[in-house]
């Protein structure tokens, strides 16, 4: 026995065991050298190859990463994280989408922490996504600054991405479609996309969720008042929050919005929307929230709907990205700006007109 175990071992009988002991050195390189490998890895720009496995591992720091690419607008990061998608695609799909919106101030975020614990409570990995195109991260919009979620963010079984930054809403949206795709490859089976109840941001979620949950508070008489028929139309439930400050006057904007959707036709998913009431802070309502959402996923998958409305929203993602694709190659086409200016000069002068001067100028680039 080497000298200096011996010392510790013979001390051992005699010393207290509240003395601290010397501890078994550790050849110092090794663990240095591991240090210094995973610090490199991190530093790295990790492969597709990695990327995809680390996903499909549930790694976390490989999904933000890969979301990173996807958010970015450099060409050679976009062709990364297209590869990317494309191999994570068929781990995809598999999740509850659910959106969630309404008016600042109705509740979003903390209907979601209080939700989002319930379920990862119940074993769900849940995702939090949002779609506000006027977000821009460094100025802390209101979607993008997600510390309210306190408890969410510090979640194991909870991941939390704040919204593209300002962007083009089309591009904000397209964005968001490919982190779903990237969240539910890396194990999360409920996905939530909060968007700002304003403006077209709804008519983006609503094209990537299964289930969109319209928020609304109990403003005495004038429940409906604000309240888009759009919105109205697209909501596959309504929920009263902040019902337990006045449960009688929810109940009351309960039943106007039950008598408003009386008036409409049943929609295509043939699912009945329910108006209840609901409170972030007393959890009250959550859970029936939650059933309610598993009950329309089950009613919808038996009468086909759920597929229909996915395949729909795949076909309209072709769509968009043709659209998007030929307006890029189109505008980037070299000097195409002066030919616009030119064209446009050309117009106001009367030498063209404005459907020659157009097709002109689409010829030349698309040809
Ligand atoms: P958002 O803008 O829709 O995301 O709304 P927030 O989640 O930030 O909530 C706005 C305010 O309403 C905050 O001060 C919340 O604490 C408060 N709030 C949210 N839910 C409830 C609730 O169920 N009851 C009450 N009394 N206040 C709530």
Not at 140 to 162: C, H, Q, W, Y
Not at 221 to 238: A, C, N
Request: glycine share 6%; with cysteine; net charge negative.
């Amino acid at each position: 026995m080497p000298t200096d175990d011996h010392h510790l071992y013979s001390n051992f009988e005699y010393e207290s065991a509240l003395n601290v002991m010397d501890g078994v050195k550790q050849p110092q390189q090794v663990s240095n050298s591991y240090v210094e490998r995973v610090k490199a890895a991190r530093r790295k720009e990790p492969t597709v190859e990695e990327l995809v496995s680390g996903i499909l591992h549930g790694d976390r720091t490989m999904l933000s990463r890969a979301i990173t690419l996807v958010e970015s607008s450099l060409h050679d990061h976009q062709a990364k994280a297209q590869q990317v998608i494309e191999r994570c695609l068929p781990y995809s799909g598999k999740s509850v989408r659910l959106g969630i919106t309404g008016v600042p101030g109705v509740g979003k975020s903390t209907t979601i922490e209080s939700l989002g614990c319930m379920l990862t409570a119940h074993n769900h990995k849940v995702a939090v996504l949002a779609i506000d195109p006027s977000s821009e991260r460094s100025k802390g919009s209101i979607l993008g600054d997600k510390t309210r979620m306190e408890r969410l963010s510090v979640d194991p079984n909870a991941f939390i991405r704040p919204s593209p930054s300002a962007g083009s809403l089309g591009g904000v949206a397209r964005k968001t479609r490919e982190i779903i795709l990237l969240c539910e490859a890396a194990g999360f089976d409920v996905i939530i996309v909060e968007t700002v109840g304003v403006g077209q941001s709804e008519v983006a979620a609503h094209s990537m969720v299964d289930f969109f949950l319209l928020l609304q508070l109990a403003n005495a008489g004038d429940e409906l008042q604000g309240m888009k028929r759009g919105i109205m139309e697209m909501s596959d439930m309504i929920a009263i929050n902040k019902a337990e400050i006045d449960m009688q006057r929810a109940e009351l904007a309960a039943g106007h919005i039950r008598n408003a959707l009386h008036l409409f036709p049943l929609p295509d998913s043939q699912w009945p929307v329910k108006v209840l009431l609901c409170s972030a802070y007393t959890e009250l309502g959550l859970q029936e929230i939650w059933n309610n959402v598993m009950e329309y996923v089950a009613f919808t998958k038996a009468n086909g709907y759920f597929y229909e409305k996915r395949r729909q929203q795949n076909l309209r993602i072709l769509n968009e990205t043709i659209e998007r694709t030929l307006m890029d190659r189109f505008y980037n086409q070299e000097g195409m700006e002066e030919r616009i200016k030119k064209a446009s000069e050309d117009i106001l002068d009367n030498k063209v007109s404005a459907y020659t001067a157009a097709e002109q100028l689409l010829g030349e680039a698309l040809l």
